[in-house]
Every structure is written in structure tokens, then in C-alpha cells.
């Protein structure tokens, strides 16, 4: 085995692995009040096992392999710019600027490098079926992780410190058409991208009760 191979193999893994200590910067945005708040590597593994969970049971017709490996990737530029939110005041193209330029850095010593990239501009500029797919279930996903804190009575609308997000015309336009929580606000800013199938589970995900899903949780009462 060559030195240089397993040096970029291990270097890689350490950069990439940073992500398990980044918590996710909408959670603080928010005001979530929790002690423990999700990481970057957590959405993640949620990502990635929600596209499990839906491609067995719908039929999506992708290759999901390749949206798992894209899925695991395409957040590897918040090593370097960090989680940026909507509200950072970065514009998108900005942002697909500096995170092309991160993951061209992050990625430059693996063999497969290229690929890589490659493959995480193929996610931003939504080109495949994968793509379609792996940006609706990145945004699918935020939406259950809210609210499951909502069911936990982490986030309230109410106490809010964070005037600039109640300023915003998007947070002022939902609450006008009825919704009261902040995953209500995340659900109904994603609709934007869902397919029919997607539109259906968001909608179940917002008007359901996810506590009495999980059986886990219940029998831990």
C-alpha cells in the first residue's frame, strides 16, 4: 500500500470528521432550546437513512447508491465557510462560489477527488434524478428534525430574542396564512421544491403527531 494514499485516506476522514463536532447553525438561529443540539454529521446520517426509508417505499426510480454517496459529500464545504442560513445575508451565488472553492480544497488530494466535486455540483445545480431527490430529502429531513423539537417544546414562537427573523417578510407572510410554529415555517418554505410525493409526506409530517410514530420513545415512557 502506498504511503501517500494512506496518508490522504486518513488527512481526509480527520477534515471530513469535523463535521460530527459543527452544530447545525439553524438551530441556533432559532433560539432551539435544547442542551444538546444537532451536528452537520448528524443531518447527515438522518439524510441518508430518510432516502433509505423512502426509496423503499415509494417509487422514486433513482440510483441510490449515488444519491447516498451524494447525500454523505454535499455538505463538506461547511468544513471550511461553516452551516450558512438563509438569513447570513450571503446570496446564493456567493455561497456556491466559496463552497465550490471549499470542496476543490477539501478534496484536491484523493485520487477520486474530481469525482467528487463533480458529483456535488451535480447536487447544487439539481441536473439528475438523484439531484431532484437528494435536495428534497437534505430539506425533508430539516423539516422532521424541527419538529421533533417542536414536539419537545424546544422552540417557541413566543420567546423568540431574534427580532430580525420575525422582521423577515417570509416569517411575516406565514404567520398571516395561519402557521404558528417553526416547523410550520420550514415546512412551508420547502414546499417550493417538493415533488407530489414529497408535497404528501410534508404535509403528514406537519398535521401528525411524530412522537406516537415512534415506538422507541413510547415504550421508554
Known sequence: MEKNKMVNAIQFYLLATELKDMLRSGWKVWEINRERLESVAEHIYGACILAIAIDSEFEMKIDLKKAILMLVIHELEEIKIGD???FDKVTKEEKRKIGKEAVCEILK??????????LIEEFEEMQSKEAQFCKMID?????????IYCEENRADIAHLNNNELLK????????????KTVADFFIETDKLIFSEEFLEIAEFVKNNDLYKLDKNRLNRR
Do not use: F, H, S
Not at 168 to 179: A, F, H, L, P, S
Open 139 to 147: 430539506k425533508l429531513e430539516a423539516d422532521l428534525q424541527v419538529k
Open 84 to 86: 450558512l442560513t438563509p
Open 109 to 118: 488530494d484523493l485520487t477520486k477527488g474530481q469525482e467528487y466535486v463533480d
Open 168 to 179: 423577515d417578510e417570509r416569517i411575516q407572510k406565514m404567520v398571516c396564512d395561519g402557521n
